[in-house]
Each structure stands twice: as structure tokens, then as C-alpha cells.
């Protein structure tokens, strides 16, 4: 008997008939002779929503009380479950539903991005081992304190690996909208190719450059443990992608996938002295208000002044500007500018470390659009650009098609 979890997100359990029809699946899963966990999101849109409402009270930033957030977004994640065993039951089949603390999901005390520390799988192998299909919520655990968290937007990813990984599951299956990972997000570029399988590592760069159909962290956590993942669709019964460790045939594609990423905004501030401490005193500002930066790039000083560009997620700019105003002021800089209308475009690829020039291809194929490039990044297997946000898609389908991605490397006339 083997063991296994599903994962559905948001849109696979968005209605009363899309519950229905996951329990189908679930069942189906079990009459084949399984044991299945399945964990679940929130209804699709029901999170932004929750965080809508408490928008309105138009708090001060600095002044967000986190603990609040997440006992507030954290409902979503109860309502689908209940909704779940309840559809599960109605078929015949026994089901239990759990919250995160009712399975001691335990995390750290970091609201609103909690990380995962352990899991109780006691309770979890009771209800299995006494027959029943195990419904968990997905995004939530609470810390050692006992106050709910939560793990992050798309975090019920992280929950599905985590919970794989105490139970010792034979599977991890990550059920979505679309039927695996694909070149490119293929809701932007119809081209997309479907990919059989992809590397960790390619997938932790596609994900932390935009691709969302996995978050960060779910896939640190499978590399981690060696874990595959089958991303596939809840809509079919396609074979989707399997995330595993690389392969020699993964190296044949000098490029894999082209992700874009909306959510950043970039500051920069003028005329800054150039002296040590400075980069620690700017940096050190933001940091210390739980703001992650991702692209700094500093220009080569003139007459003792220097200039800083550095990005920020766009939902901390308002607030990111303010301090490095008054940061500015402090060490005596020229001025800050800031633009929220810009995006990065990234091509990632395991391939690369050993094809030279992919980016100047790169920076050629965007130029042949008239796209300039603001601000640059690289790694061992991916380049960044950021560009203007107006040609986000354009980028993208630029960068595909230069790559000839829509082309199976190994594929032969
Ligand atoms: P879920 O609610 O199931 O967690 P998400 O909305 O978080 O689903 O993630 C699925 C979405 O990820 C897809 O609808 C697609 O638009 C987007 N996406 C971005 N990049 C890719 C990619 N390379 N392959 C597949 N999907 C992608
Ligand atoms: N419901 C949460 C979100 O919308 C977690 C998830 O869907 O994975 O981000
Ligand atoms: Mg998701």
C-alpha cells in the first residue's frame, strides 16, 4: 500500500462542483489501494480577499500586527478542508479534516512567513491507519507559543512537501490550473512547451524569478529531502512534470524557461558618499524592517559620490521610499528617485554553465525589441534583467523564441 499526498490549490477546489469533483479524485486514489493525505489551499481568491478586508482598516505600515494577519488569513484554508471531508463523505468514504495545530505543524514565530520545524505525523497515522483520508489545511502551523502563522502566499505548496516528507510518502503530488511546468508561464506565452521533467535547481530559480507555480520554499524543502514532485492538473488525468534531481539529459537545453516577475520596484538614491559603513547603513534600514532586497547595483564613484539602485517587492516601495528618504538626508545624499513600473525577465537554464554567450543573446534579443535594460543580475544558471513593466510579455515572448523553447532538445529530424 502506498502512501500519498495531494496537493490542490486555490482554483482546483474554487467551487462546491470543483470540491466534488477533487474528492472524486481522492477516492479514486484510495480504491486504487492507496493511503492519501490530501492538502488543501483556500477557495481560489478567498486569501486576497481576506487580505482585502483588512486593507480597509488602512493601518499605518510599521504598525501591522501580524499575529491578527495570520489568525485572519489562516480561515481560508478551514473552510476548504470542512468543505472537503464533507464532499469526501457524502460519496461514502471516511475523511478528517485537521488545522495546523490540531497536527502540531510547528514553525517559527516569523508571522506571515513562518517557516516549517516539525510536524506531529502521530496523529496523521492514526487517522490513516483507522481508515480515513486525511484532509489537512495547507499555508498554516503555529509556533511554540501556540499562535497560528502562516507560511507565505502559495504556502500550502511548502505544507504538501513538508508533510510528504515527516510521513515518508511514496508521492507528492502538486495539483494546479495548468497540467505541469512549462518553458514559460503559458497563461503569457502561448508557445509554452510542457516540460517532462525539471531540475530542483531549475526550479528554484524559475520560482524565485516569478514563476509561481511553486513556491520557494516547497522546493528547497524537496531538494532537501530528495523528494520528487509531480506537478500535474487537477482538470486531467495528464501526466504533468516531475521536479527531481538533474540528470545528464537536462544539460542539452542551454535554456529551460523564461520566467517574469511583476512584483519588485526599484529605488536609487543620488550622490551618496562613497565611504565604508554606507552600504551597511542603507541596507541595514530596510533589513531591519523585515524588507527583503533582491538587485543592488552600486556605479563606480565620481569625485567621491556614488549611486545606489537596489529593488524591493513593489507591496513594501511606499514604505521602502520613506525610509531611504529619510535615510538620504542622514548620510547626506544628493536625492532618491523610485519607479514602480518595471519588471524583471529571467532565462534559467542548468545548460549554461557551459555554453557561453547566452547573455549577450540575451541582451541582443531584447534589444532587437527596443526593450532597454535598467538593471542586470546573474547566477551560475540564470540572467536577469529589469525592464520597463510595459513589456513584460513582449520580453517573454521575445526570450522564448530566441531559445527556441518551444523546441524539445531532444527531439531529432
Ligand atoms: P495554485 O492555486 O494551484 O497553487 P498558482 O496560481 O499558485 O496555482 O500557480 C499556477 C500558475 O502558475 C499557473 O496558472 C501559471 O499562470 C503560473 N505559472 C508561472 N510560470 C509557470 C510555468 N513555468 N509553468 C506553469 N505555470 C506557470
Ligand atoms: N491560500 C494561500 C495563498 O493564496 C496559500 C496557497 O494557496 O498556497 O497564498
Ligand atoms: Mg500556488
Redo the contacts with the bound molecule.
Keep these: 500500500m502506498a502512501l500519498i499526498v495531494q496537493k490542490y490549490?486555490?482554483t482546483s477546489v474554487g467551487s462546491i462542483e470543483r470540491i466534488k469533483n477533487v474528492a472524486r479524485r481522492i477516492i479514486a486514489t484510495k480504491h486504487q489501494g492507496n493511503q492519501v493525505i490530501a492538502v488543501l489551499?483556500a477557495m481560489a481568491g478567498e486569501t486576497d480577499r481576506l487580505l482585502k478586508l483588512a486593507e480597509q482598516l488602512e493601518f499605518d505600515p510599521e504598525k501591522i500586527n501580524e499575529r491578527e494577519m495570520d489568525v485572519l488569513v489562516s480561515t481560508g484554508e478551514q473552510v476548504s478542508i470542512a468543505l472537503m471531508s464533507m464532499a469526501i463523505e457524502t460519496v461514502g468514504e471516511k475523511a478528517c479534516s485537521f488545522l495546523g495545530h490540531q497536527i502540531q505543524i510547528l514553525t517559527d514565530d516569523e508571522y506571515t512567513q513562518a517557516r516549517i520545524e516539525r510536524i506531529d505525523p502521530e496523529r496523521i497515522h492514526k487517522a490513516l491507519y483507522d481508515g480515513y483520508i486525511v484532509v489537512i489545511a495547507g499555508f498554516q502551523g503555529i509556533d511554540k507559543e501556540g499562535n497560528i502563522t502562516t507560511l507565505g502566499?502559495?504556502g500550502?505548496?511548502t505544507s504538501a512537501v513538508a508533510i510528504a516528507t515527516t510521513m515518508k510518502a511514496d508521492l507528492c503530488e502538486i495539483y494546479?490550473d495548468v497540467d505541469g511546468i512549462y518553458t514559460t508561464d503559458p497563461n503569457i506565452c502561448h508557445q509554452a512547451r510542457k516540460l517532462a521533467k525539471i531540475s530542483y535547481d531549475e526550479m528554484l530559480e524559475l520560482a524565485s524569478q516569478g514563476a509561481?507555480?511553486?513556491?520557494i520554499r516547497s522546493v528547497e524543502f524537496a531538494k532537501k529531502y530528495g523528494i520528487p514532485l509531480h506537478v500535474r492538473s487537477s482538470f486531467s488525468a495528464d501526466e504533468g512534470t516531475i521536479v527531481c534531481q538533474e540528470d545528464k539529459s537536462m544539460e542539452k537545453a542551454v535554456v529551460s524557461g523564461v520566467a517574469a516577475n511583476k512584483n519588485e520596484a526599484k529605488i536609487t538614491i543620488h550622490g551618496i558618499p562613497d565611504r565604508p559603513g554606507i552600504a551597511a547603513t542603507i541596507f541595514s534600514s530596510i533589513a531591519d524592517r523585515g524588507i527583503v532586497v533582491d538587485m543592488i547595483i552600486q556605479n563606480i564613484s565620481e569625485e567621491g559620490l556614488t549611486d545606489l539602485t537596489f529593488t524591493v517587492p513593489k507591496d513594501n516601495y511606499q514604505y521602502s521610499l520613506s525610509i531611504i528618504n529619510d535615510i538620504c538626508r542622514q548620510i547626506g545624499g544628493k536625492n532618491v528617485l523610485g519607479d514602480e513600473k518595471i519588471a524583471k525577465v529571467s532565462i534559467v537554464g542548468i545548460g549554461m554553465r557551459t555554453h557561453a554567450n547566452v547573455a549577450s543573446r540575451m541582451f541582443s534579443a531584447l534589444a532587437r525589441e527596443n526593450i532597454n535594460i535598467m538593471m542586470i543580475s546573474t547566477s551560475e544558471i540564470k540572467v536577469s534583467c529589469v525592464i520597463a513593466e510595459k513589456y513584460t510579455e513582449l520580453a517573454v515572448r521575445v526570450l522564448h523564441d530566441e531559445f527556441q523553447l518551444d523546441k524539445d532538445p531532444d527531439y531529432k529530424e
Design positions: 490549490g486555490g489551499s502566499r502559495g500550502s505548496d494546479t509561481k507555480v511553486l513556491q
